[in-house]
């Protein structure tokens, strides 16, 4: 390891690997996108999926090693039992740096499907990024701003039967979906701003995952409400890890029911929507108990907030 080295020289140094690595690893995926463009075959595009999410496996593990060459990580894990790569998860988790997506695809990489996430459909269309999360099989979602569904209320409710469409191919695929459901990274200028009533966390945003489960709930194993905690590093985390400076990450996993959402009521019904939002609300709530055990050491609150029984939204 060469976390003896001074900072600066280690930010260089990591910041290179890290170019290099993902240049490498969405390369060869874009290129695989090229290939399945070209491929008549379902099956045989599918076999091409494969190997891309074998190639974002790769770019997982090498972050894993190069962490491992610049820095003393010390990682606290607990939650993965029982998991399983053929299974279906949609996961929740807080945002706190944009580190995350690294550190939670090394943590799950062995345990669950690569991570995929919903983008915007004009994504699509951005060189080379557009290509390879095609060829990784990342959903597409059309969002319908509310300006036009109010010029075109026939527009209603096409957005979501879009978006199944694109997601049937799921259906044969063990798949998981990430979903941050603040909705952006933690700031306590944010924090701030919003007057979030939660100490570690932003407010939680009901619609992305309302969304999502209408679209392909029944098709999902367990919802996942991942905890993720640095407990030694300052606000810029990614910079922290960088220098060498984090010397500990806490995942904490938590498998839950998989919430039952009747897509014709959420977006019909305000009280049903705020129905669905209380309860993400108490996971939140939960989730900020448990943020507060981990960083002071209470392993007793930790347990507890784990073993919570949350009841489904029907």
């Known amino acids: 390891m060469l976390n003896f080295l001074p900072g600066p020289v280690l930010f260089i140094l990591s910041l290179s690997l890290l170019i290099i690595n993902t240049a490498i690893w969405s390369s060869l995926i874009s290129i695989g996108g090229l290939v399945k463009l070209v491929l008549p075959a379902q099956g045989a595009r599918n076999a091409v999926t494969a190997v891309m999410n074998r190639f974002m496996w790769a770019w997982a593990s090498c972050n894993g090693g190069i962490l491992y060459l610049i820095a003393k990580i010390e990682w606290d894990i607990k939650g993965l039992e029982g998991l399983d790569k053929n299974s279906w998860y949609l996961l929740i988790s807080n945002h706190l740096s944009g580190f995350d997506i ?70 044969n695929m063990p798949t998981a979906i990430i979903n941050y ?105 939960e989730k900020d108990q448990q943020i507060d055990a981990l960083l002071h050491g209470n392993q007793n609150l930790v347990d507890s907030a784990t073993r919570t029984n949350h009841n489904q939204v029907s």
């Open 102 to 171: 690294a550190a939670q695809t090394y943590v799950l990489r062995n345990h669950i499907p690569m991570l995929k996430f919903f983008l915007k459909k004009e994504l699509i269309y951005v060189p080379i990024m557009g290509l390879g999360c095609w060829a990784l099989d990342m959903p597409f979602m059309n969002r319908t701003s509310p300006a036009k569904l109010k010029k075109n209320p026939k527009l209603k409710g096409k957005d979501l039967a879009t978006t199944r469409r694109a997601c049937k191919k799921f259906s």
């Open 181 to 285: 459901v603040e909705g952006s990274r933690f700031t306590q200028d944010k924090h701030q701003r919003q007057n979030s009533p939660y100490q570690h966390l932003l407010r939680p945003k009901a619609g992305g995952i309302a969304f999502t489960l209408s679209a392909m709930g029944e098709q999902f194993t367990n919802l996942l409400d991942m905890t993720i905690v640095y407990p030694d590093a300052p606000e810029n985390i990614l910079f922290a890890v960088m220098n060498g400076k984090v010397n500990k990450i806490i995942v904490r996993i938590n498998a839950l029911p998989v919430p039952q959402v009747g897509s014709t009521r959420y977006f019909s019904e305000p009280e049903y929507r705020t129905q669905f939002q209380r309860w993400l609300n108490q996971v939140w709530a």
